[in-house]
């Protein structure tokens, strides 16, 4: 079993996956975060380069969920202006949305890979739902107070693993 805490791969931005070599390592679905991995905290709308990597993932053969614990009404909008599905207030790490998104997708698990910001819900999440993970960069330093403690933590242990690109 992979370990619950260390992500398959690291990149620096999403920008930075290449959805040709996604495709090529056998992923034909992406389960994504939305906050501070598609947009920034407190941002509304996507930036140019992140909403054309999305339309490459789709140009790709890649299918996209939205996988969030954001229950604000803009999360499913930005999710809605760049044309894909949206679980709101996932609850992640509970595999419950992961599970959910794997049935939007219609795809099995060796399938898909989620990709999000954050090591105590987006990989320990992906994990829980037996599916692999790449880490990416926060957008913004910039956290909600619930996740403060959280990020400390975060980068107490990620100094330990190693940035596999």
């Not at 679980?87 to 049935?103: E, M, S, V």
Request: proline share 8%.
């Amino acid at each position: 079993m992979k370990s619950p805490f260390v992500p398959d791969a690291y990149a620096p931005r999403v920008t930075f996956l290449a959805p040709a070599d996604l495709f090529a390592r056998g992923y034909r679905g992406a389960i994504v975060d939305l906050d501070n991995t598609l947009v920034g905290y407190h941002t509304l709308t996507l930036a140019d380069e992140d909403a054309a990597w999305v339309r490459a993932l789709a140009a790709a053969g890649i299918r996209i969920v939205v996988l969030t614990n954001n229950g604000t009404p803009w999360a499913e909008q930005v999710a809605r202006e760049i044309g894909v599905p949206c679980i709101p207030r996932a609850h992640k790490p509970l595999p419950h949305g992961f599970r959910r998104a794997l049935d939007l997708l219609g795809l099995e698990r060796r399938q898909v890979v989620v990709i999000g910001d954050q090591l105590f819900t987006d990989v320990l999440g992906a994990r829980l739902a037996g599916l692999d993970v790449i880490l990416v960069e926060p957008l913004v330093r910039r956290d909600p107070w619930n996740t403060r403690p959280l990020r400390w933590l975060e980068h107490t242990l990620l100094r330990k693993v190693p940035r596999v690109r």
